[in-house]
């Protein structure tokens, strides 16, 4: 029994990495209506400058979240403006390949300029490993997890409650009308990758603290973040953190019960038969919103 | 009609032979497949390294039988370029022969290309068995293999890790987990084989994708099983994660055994900190180990710091140092670069074990396989990794992991 627990806390936690993550990706999919594939480069990039800061300046992690953030979030909104506003009329998938061009050069200047090497920061803080009874934790993961569940729920909130969270709804919904009512879209697009990029920048500090910090980290964890956020409805916020938390908890449980190498497998399954039974995926808008 | 085409095509071929000859008489182009960029660049660019080194040397000594060598660099970041790039090294640049690859996908993919040109491909680097077990005639493998990897381990296991923990090795619970591509399946393969047939017991198999970023399900299986001994074959963040998820987990083996990979890297133990004391690691030669048993090891390590400005960045520069070395030999014993003349110049080529700056000896089987190369069992101790069996190459003596 205790070790049922362990497995669901430990599916959670990872859930909740998940979940920080992907918050980001569901926001810049479900307004700027942008598979963004670079989003794990994003990640990537903002753990390398979390890693800066703390082997240049001595800053832990955690202290660099804005640094990061606001580092990032000039990254996604030039992105925005420089690239994919200029194909906003072009085909989706010139869209797509542009995304792909930017992960490919991100992450090929990050071997230019770090190599393929490993690198760590090292804080107790985050890293102390805590236990309740039997149940063992590692801070940094509860942490991550408090802070994703925060983060959602901000988002939601600005999301329904200001002019510009508002705004962002009604591009996701139509770009014509949302034009026709004064929202000024390529501002507004702008501003929402922006911000996407900028919720990676959390991720990334909350994560430099578990993982090693090298060039193809971001790949480790962005095809993960797109299963959770088709399979929670894209561009729903809701769906993204219960997405999580479910990869998450089969992650932990089948990596256990079935097996390491098959976990993927089962959860791909399961993601099928979500999508053949819900195509809009658990949290989706309904037919026509993709 | 046809017969007269050939004909002509057959004298275009000689004149152009002939045209060509005078240009190249004094150089000897080889071919060096190694991937260059992406993920695999640093060992790649490590490994051909020790070609180069052994190149210059060669050519300082006057080349092969009086001519210079030259070396055409071909990048393979993966299988498919492989083909591509080897597709050139033997048709566009028309090189004697082909050094490589590092990685054994590249080694797949590349050989199959230089076997059908009729062009030998000098393996320095992959492991895979596969390699040489596909019945090619101009592939020739310096290097040992995962298989011996897998037996060395259980060598290790038998002659040094039991020893120190002061335990018959029947006794030990052993768990063998690795990353399921090539690398990782083909070494548990044969560490699995080889602990059934000395009788240890083996109570976890698990085997995981490189890209995981949690392994916590596996540390409890293994916590859960009890097992003593873990044989892990790991990349770099999948090493680094077993440690920090295992500390988290409460979870202590009496001893963890690397297969090569991200187990020998510095970095790794960096990152890993404090636990990676006294963990051990089965891979290739590195650099630190006696030279008593690796003669020209500090010859080596002399010419690539004053070539590269730095030491060694891993043993994979030495092991393709020896490799290349050995293969320019026979490249020269045998006066010519027709494939079959190499080819039997290669199997009649010998060294013995410990005449090599690696410690390997030389000797090729028909399958183009090195039967005399050898593996290394050392230890993390106090951030460095040293060298603790066999004896011949030993540095340090082992200690108990903390």
Known sequence: MSLLLQLVANGLLLGGAFAIISIGLTLIFGVVRVVNFAHGEFLMVGMYVAWLCASRLGLHPYAAVPIVVVFLFVMGAAMQRYVIQSLLSADAHIQVFATVGISTALLNLALLMFGADIRKVEFAFGNQNLSIGSLTFVSGQVITFVVAIVVAFAMHFYLTRTYTGRAFRALAQNRTAAALMGVDVNKTYVFAFGIGAALVGIASCLLTLQYPVFPTVGTYFVLTAFVIVVLGGMGSLPGAVIGSMFIGLIDSLAGFYVGPDLKEVVYFVIFLVILIVRPTGLFGLGRGSE | ?402
Not at chain 2, 86 to 115: D, H, M, N, P, W
């Open chain 2, 1 to 402: 009609m046809l017969k007269a085409l050939r004909r002509v095509a057959a004298s275009l071929g000689i004149a152009f032979t002939l045209v060509g000859a005078p240009a190249h008489a004094q150089e000897l182009k080889l071919g060096a497949l190694y991937p260059f960029s992406g993920g695999l660049a640093l060992l790649g660019d490590e490994s051909f390294r020790g070609v180069q080194l052994a190149v210059d040397e060669r050519n300082a000594a006057g080349g092969i039988n009086g001519r210079q060598i030259t070396l055409v660099k071909a990048d393979a970041v993966d299988a498919s370029q492989a083909v591509g790039e080897a597709r050139r090294l033997t048709s566009v640049e028309k090189v004697a022969a082909v050094f490589g690859s590092y990685a054994s996908g590249i080694s797949q993919a590349a050989t199959q290309v230089t076997e059908l040109a009729g062009v030998p491909y000098f393996e320095l680097g992959a492991t895979a068995d596969t390699i040489t077990g596909r019945g090619f005639k101009y592939l020739f493998r310096v290097n040992p293999t995962a298989k011996n990897i897998g037996d060395r381990t259980l060598e290790g296991l038998v002659k040094v890790v039991a020893p120190m923990l002061k335990v018959d090795p029947k006794t030990l619970k052993l768990a063998i987990i690795h990353e399921d591509g090539p690398y990782g399946s083909l070494v548990a393969a044969a560490q699995k084989e080889g602990a059934a047939k000395l009788g240890i017991p083996v109570v976890e198999v698990q085997a995981y994708s490189a890209k995981t970023v949690d392994l916590s399900s596996v540390i409890l299986r293994l916590k859960g099983a009890g097992a003593d001994v873990v044989l892990h074959t790991a990349y770099q963040n999948d090493a680094v994660l077993f440690f920090r998820q295992a500390a988290a987990a409460g979870y202590k083996p009496k001893a963890v055994i690397g297969g090569g990979g991200g187990y020998s890297l510095a970095d790794t133990a960096q990152a890993v900190g404090a636990p990676i004391e006294g963990v051990y690691d089965v891979d290739f030669p590195q650099i630190t180990m006696n030279a008593a048993g690796a003669p020209g090891l500090g010859d080596f390590v002399a010419a690539y710091q004053k070539k590269f400005s730095s030491a060694p960045r891993s043993g994979h520069s030495l092991a393709n140092y020896v490799g290349a070395k050995a293969m320019l030999e026979v490249l020269a014993r045998a006066k010519s670069t027709d494939k079959d003349k190499i080819r039997d110049a290669a199997l009649a080529y010998r060294a013995a074990v410990g005449s090599t700056a690696a410690g390997w000896g030389i000797q090729f089987n028909e399958t183009g396989q090195n039967t005399a190369a050898t593996l290394n069992l050392m230890q993390w101790q106090q951030g460095k990794l040293v060298t603790v069996f066999p004896e011949a190459v030993a540095n340090a003596k082992p200690i108990a992991s903390n």
